[in-house]
């Protein structure tokens, strides 16, 4: 059975940065499309970023291109979201999850059945 565990998440400043990390057990970032998506209170879900199992092709939103990176560490079977220049906006409980090994890579949460239980990113003004 997958299983996702997400840290690094905590209470920054406009324009900090933040590593999120999403381990998993065993050999599973090959073998499924990894995302992040975030959701702010009173907000649905938002998709952030992908990671393809096949290729390691990577993804973001808009919202957040050109300051948030996704990476992948196969030997620690560990995905990576890098926020840089986080802004007040960018509050939100972010999610670690694992789908299905879809080229393109779908952005959809629906898409990904196995989900982390979400750390709290806080930006302070």
């Known amino acids: 059975q997958v299983q996702l565990v997400e840290s690094g998440g905590g209470l920054v400043h406009t324009g900090d940065s933040l590593r999120l990390a999403c381990v998993t057990n065993g050999d599973v970032i090959s073998n499924y499309n990894m995302a992040w998506f975030r959701q702010a209170p009173g907000k649905a879900r938002e998709f952030v970023g992908v990671?393809?199992?096949?290729?390691?092709?990577?993804l973001v939103s808009d919202s957040v291109k050109g300051r948030f990176f996704i990476s992948r560490d196969m030997d620690f079977d560990t995905v990576y979201l890098q926020m840089n220049s986080l802004k007040p906006e960018d509050t939100a409980v972010y999610y670690c999850a694992a789908g299905g090994l879809r080229i393109p890579a779908s952005k959809r949460e629906y898409d990904f059945n196995v989900w982390g239980q979400g750390t709290q990113v806080t930006v302070s003004s």
């Open positions: 990671i393809t199992g096949i290729g390691g092709t990577k």
